[in-house]
């Protein structure tokens, strides 16, 4: 199937597993070359015929640990020096941060003199719901747009990519509680990564972050959370191990579905301080073994052609039919649904979005201009394709006037399905 653009060179191919070194790794799913999924662009870039970059979208199995992995590695400043994703545009996630803040601090303890360290803490509203707490807290953030929000709102923030240097800068075993939440997947470095937050963590300290699980992903063929930020897939059981290998312990799990598909939290802290909460563990490992080998991930690149497929036909015949469609959500992996099933401006009319940062921009690749809710009212296409699905439930509840009014939604995953008042 032809796609828009050409491929372009990543910044370098990794030859080892980013968990245990090893070098028996073998490809299981191929999306072929795709643009960065965050690079929204201008009206200006939009009109001009240059192709936008676009890079190789593999992934990999290591044999040895079982890690899911992606091995073409873009520079990272490209992806993340100026961010398009802010935390604080879907109330779910509001809600959810609110009750991770307030169940910390009751488990732990937390007092005024502790210090809560955010690790990719974008807009600051992790830290801002722990601030309420009574807690000190401190964000490290990258991306200058982003850390320039926080800074503005009151949480102090460290405009850098965490390691070392940002150890040193606050002091060795200061932080009581470090958070990094769908960050730990975008590390290239993990064990360097997982070094540094051992040493940065107090004697009773508390890692807590939270990541997509990859037994999720591929039992639902989520294949859109596959992008070039996303550079692990985890298990629990390969992250564990790499704790390990560096002074921590997994020490307990827990599952939030409403939140990215199905998220799990772990939990760690140097050894032999708290109790494990083995039952949560091996059942998660259990799991994995099943539902995360090489068969699996096999099988998820199979259902993605078809997923592919039927999407495909499903749209271009409702176009046949006369019906006006638009997108509804420019999460990143509406970039990679997006371009991976050939979905441009021909089919959907334009995107909504309530971020205003993106609004006014395009997906890259596809091309398709992206508007404020109040266009998306004003239209009312008479299919709209969801394209944030992780967050269904709270938008099915806020569109209900559109519904009610004849509209619906199309749902891509884990099968295409229409749903709505005439469904």
Not at 92 to 99: A, G, N, P, Y
Not at 332 to 348: E, H, P
Not at 358 to 380: C, E, T, W, Y
């Given at each position: 199937?032809?796609?828009?653009?050409?491929?372009?060179?990543?910044?370098?191919?990794?030859?080892?597993?980013?968990?245990?070194?090893?070098?028996?790794?073998?490809?299981?799913?191929?999306?072929?070359?795709?643009?960065?999924?965050?690079?929204?662009?201008?009206?200006?870039?939009?009109?001009?015929?240059?192709?936008?970059?676009?890079?190789?979208?593999?992934?990999?199995y290591c044999n040895d640990c079982r890690l899911i992995q992606l091995l073409d590695l873009v520079d990272r400043k490209e992806m993340f020096d100026d961010y398009a994703f802010l935390t604080a545009t879907a109330n779910?996630?509001?809600?959810?941060?609110?009750?991770y803040a307030e169940e910390l601090t009751k488990r732990l303890e937390i007092n005024a003199g502790d210090l809560v360290v955010d690790i990719g803490s974008n807009d600051g509203t992790l830290l801002k719901a722990f601030?309420?707490?009574?807690?000190?807290?401190?964000?490290?953030?990258?991306?200058?747009?982003?850390?320039?929000?926080?800074?503005?709102?009151?949480?102090?923030?460290?405009?850098?990519?965490?390691?070392?240097?940002?150890?040193?800068?606050?002091?060795?075993?200061?932080?009581?509680?470090?958070?990094?939440n769908n960050v730990v997947s975008h590390i290239g470095d993990l064990n360097g990564f997982i070094e540094s937050v051992e040493k940065l963590l107090g004697s009773k300290g508390v890692f807590a972050f939270e990541v997509?699980?990859?037994?999720?992903?591929?039992?639902?063929?989520?294949?859109?959370?596959?992008?070039?930020?996303?550079?692990?897939?985890?298990?629990?059981?390969?992250?564990?191990?790499?704790?390990?290998?560096?002074?921590?312990?997994?020490?307990?799990?827990?599952?939030?579905?409403?939140?990215?598909?199905?998220?799990?939290?772990?939990?760690?802290?140097?050894?032999?301080?708290?109790?494990?909460?083995?039952?949560?563990?091996?059942?998660?490992?259990?799991?994995?073994?099943?539902?995360?080998?090489?068969?699996?991930?096999?099988?998820?690149?199979?259902?993605?052609?078809?997923?592919?497929?039927?999407?495909?036909?499903?749209?271009?015949?409702?176009?046949?039919?006369?019906?006006?469609?638009?997108?509804?959500?420019?999460?990143?992996?509406?970039?990679?649904?997006?371009?991976?099933?050939?979905?441009?401006?021909?089919?959907?009319?334009?995107?909504?979005?309530?971020?205003?940062?993106?609004?006014?921009?395009?997906?890259?690749?596809?091309?398709?201009?992206?508007?404020?809710?109040?266009?998306?009212?004003?239209?009312?296409?008479?299919?709209?394709?969801?394209?944030?699905?992780?967050?269904?439930?709270?938008?099915?509840?806020?569109?209900?006037?559109?519904?009610?009014?004849?509209?619906?939604?199309?749902?891509?995953?884990?099968?295409?399905?229409?749903?709505?008042?005439?469904?």
């Open positions: 199937m032809c796609r828009l653009g050409g491929a372009m060179s990543v910044k370098s191919i990794q030859a080892r597993c980013r968990a245990c070194r090893s070098t028996k790794l073998r490809l299981g799913l191929d999306l072929g070359s795709l643009p960065l999924a965050n690079s929204f662009i201008s009206q200006r870039q939009a009109s001009d015929p240059t192709p936008e970059p676009r890079f190789p979208l593999r992934v990999f779910t996630s509001l809600v959810h941060f609110d009750e601030k309420r707490q009574g807690t000190s807290v401190l964000g490290i953030e990258p991306a200058r747009n982003v850390a320039s929000l926080a800074i503005a709102s009151g949480i102090q923030t460290l405009n850098e990519y965490f390691g070392p240097e940002s150890v040193e800068r606050i002091g060795r075993g200061k932080a009581r509680i470090i958070t990094a997509p699980w990859v037994v999720n992903v591929l039992r639902r063929f989520n294949f859109d959370i596959v992008y070039h930020e996303h550079l692990s897939y985890f298990g629990f059981k390969p992250l564990s191990e790499v704790l390990n290998r560096h002074g921590l312990e997994l020490i307990d799990l827990e599952y939030f579905p409403e939140i990215h598909g199905g998220s799990l939290r772990g939990l760690a802290a140097h050894p032999h301080i708290y109790p494990k909460h083995l039952e949560a563990l091996d059942r998660v490992f259990d799991a994995e073994e099943r539902g995360a080998d090489f068969n699996a991930l096999e099988q998820f690149s199979h259902r993605a052609e078809e997923i592919r497929g039927k999407l495909i036909q499903l749209l271009r015949g409702l176009k046949t039919d006369g019906k006006r469609i638009a997108g509804y959500g420019a999460p990143a992996k509406a970039t990679i649904l997006l371009n991976y099933c050939s979905i441009d401006n021909s089919i959907l009319d334009f995107v909504t979005d309530t971020t205003p940062f993106k609004q006014g921009r395009f997906i890259p690749g596809v091309r398709i201009p992206i508007v404020a809710p109040d266009q998306f009212r004003k239209v009312a296409p008479d299919f709209a394709l969801l394209l944030a699905w992780n967050f269904k439930d709270e938008i099915i509840s806020k569109e209900r006037d559109y519904l009610e009014s004849g509209g619906r939604f199309i749902i891509p995953f884990p099968e295409p399905e229409i749903v709505g008042s005439a469904s």
